[in-house]
């Protein structure tokens, strides 16, 4: 069984930063792209920043300059830093990773994790 496991959401001022983790455990042979996603109230879930095998990143516009993502394959664990932090990036931050189970798997399976509230406010 595969988990993702996100951390260090919070509550923080308007210009103020913040570091998400998501750490992948299971029985997992490799994981491919990792990315964030958030979800704001009465909106739908979508991309902030993913990277890949390669580390190759993409981000959304709105974020561009202002969060950074990496990760640690030999900690199965992605980052999300994010800096300059505004009211509009209030939301559920979610974890996603295509994961192959084994060595022999035709194909990977997408994860989610279970989210982390970001609020930023004064």
């Known amino acids: 069984q595969v988990q993702l496991v996100e951390s260090g959401g919070g509550l923080v001022q308007p210009g103020g930063s913040l570091t998400l983790s998501c750490a992948v455990s299971g029985s997992i042979f490799s994981i491919f792209a990792m990315g964030w996603y958030c979800q704001a109230p009465g909106k739908q879930r979508e991309m902030v920043a993913t990277i890949s095998t390669s580390l190759s990143t993409n981000y959304v516009d709105s974020v561009k300059g202002r969060f950074t993502i990496s990760r640690d394959n030999a900690k199965n664990t992605v980052y999300l830093q994010m800096n300059s932090l505004k009211p509009e990036d209030t939301a559920v931050y979610y974890c996603?990773?295509?994961?192959?189970?084994?060595?022999?798997?035709?194909?990977?399976?997408?994860?989610w994790g279970q989210g982390t509230q970001v609020t930023v406010s004064s």
């Open positions: 996603n990773a295509d994961v192959k189970l084994t060595a022999w798997a035709k194909r990977a399976y997408n994860y």
